[in-house]
Structures are given as structure tokens and as C-alpha cells.
């Protein structure tokens, strides 16, 4: 049998802090333009930096023309999104989630975001995600709801 490599966390949480830091403050940008990022883009960008192989198209979509179905057809851009997910990392139970794992979150308060939107579980409470308001940024998970959740196939990160 072959030796087992065993993770080492400290390590493992400098690199998912690099990743989630390179991101964190980046505007929000419908689509990807001009250097913003959107939820979804912000996801793909994260799975990237992670090492993870993407396709540059997912059901006849890229990020830029994906930002119109948003505005389009939102029940299908959720379902797009979720596929996408399904297809690039791993599900699990949302109870079971801890950092660096994906989420796809609905804001408890309804009237503030009705339309679902992925985030990276930042550890604790707090949700990395991407807002109009604000950009990408920490927020708190407190203030979602955890709909699903996604493990990242890789889970040793590139330094």
C-alpha cells in the first residue's frame, strides 16, 4: 500500500487565506468586466486560484454571457449555477461545511437579496461572497441561509 499524505491545517489556512486575500476587495461587476467580480465569477476565479480544472464553457455559457441569463432567466441562471457546481466539486451536507467549502446562500430577510448567490465558507460565521454594495467581501454567515453546500475536489492548495 502507499503512503498517506496527511494534510497539514496550519499550512492548508495560510493558503486558503492567500486565495480568499486575493479576492477580497475586488468591486462587483455583473459579468466579469473591468476587473469585478459577480458571485459567480468570484467562485470560478476561487476554484481556479485553487487548482481546480474549469471549463471555460458550461452549457453553452461563459461567464460574460452567463451575467445575461442572470438578467434574462434568474430560475434558470440558479440552475446553471448549481449544475456547475455539481459538476466541478463535490456535494455535501450544508451542516457539514467548514472553511473553504462553497455555499449557495439566500438572505434570511427576503426583501434584502430573493435570488440565491454562492459564497466561501471564511470559517466560523463569516461568508466570503460578492454584493453590489460592496464588492467581494466578509460578510456574516449568521445572516443567510445555507441551501447547499460544495467541497472543493482539491483540497491541497497551490502557495
Known amino acids: 500500500m502507499g503512503q498517506r499524505r496527511t494534510i497539514n491545517t496550519i ?10 486575500g486575493r479576492l477580497i476587495g475586488k468591486p462587483y461587476a455583473l459579468g466579469e ?17 485553487r487548482g481546480e480544472d474549469l471549463p471555460d464553457e458550461f452549457q453553452g455559457l461563459t461567464l460574460r454571457n452567463y451575467a ?3 438578467l434574462d432567466d434568474p430560475a434558470r441562471a440558479k440552475a446553471v449555477m448549481v449544475d456547475f457546481m455539481d459538476q466541478v466539486a463535490d456535494p455535501i451536507d450544508p451542516a457539514r461545511a467548514f472553511a ?20 466561501i465558507h471564511g470559517g466560523g460565521t463569516n461568508v466570503v ?3 453590489r454594495e460592496h464588492g467581494v467581501t466578509v460578510y456574516q454567515r449568521t445572516n443567510y441561509t445555507i441551501e447547499r ?11
Do not use: K, N, T
Not at 495560510?14 to 480568499?20: D, F, H, N
Not at 468586466?33 to 486560484?49: K, N
Not at 473553504?100 to 459564497?119: H, I, K, N, T, Y
Not at 453546500?149 to 482539491?154: E, H, K, L, P
Open 100 to 119: 473553504g467549502d462553497v455555499l449557495l446562500l439566500r438572505a434570511r430577510d427576503a426583501g434584502e437579496q430573493d435570488f440565491p448567490f454562492l459564497g
Open 149 to 159: 453546500a460544495w467541497r472543493c475536489r482539491r483540497q491541497y492548495l497551490p502557495s
Open 33 to 49: 468586466v473591468d476587473g469585478g467580480l459577480d458571485c459567480f465569477s468570484s467562485i470560478y476565479r476561487y476554484l481556479e486560484e
Open 129 to 131: 461572497c460578492s454584493s
Open 68 to 70: 445575461e441569463l442572470f
Open 11 to 20: 499550512e492548508q489556512g495560510r493558503s486558503l487565506a492567500a486565495v480568499i
